[in-house]
């Protein structure tokens, strides 16, 4: 929706889990690192000068928020702003 106005692009599938990990609901590592070995940029795209919007459903540590940010700037966004609609405790 945010994309429709034509002043935005929609990259939603940009990033990928392409390792599995255990559940973090149910005591998963929940390390920046685990994240950031387990999940990659679909390279097809071009997200270089970008500024991005991340968005994630539930946060507890925000480290898989930190780890696509880091995967983001590393493959050329220019900023990354980060939002969960929730916080767990």
Known sequence: MLAKDGNRKN???????TNSIPKLATGGDRSKEVHIQSIS?????DISRDI????????????????CKEILMQHGASKVEMFALGKAI
Do not use: C, H, I, P
């Open 41 to 45: 940029a679909v390279e097809q795209m």
């Open 52 to 67: 991005v919007l991340l968005m994630d459903d539930v946060t507890t540590t925000g480290n898989s928020l930190y780890a």
């Open 11 to 17: 990259k939603v599938f940009y990033l990928e889990r």
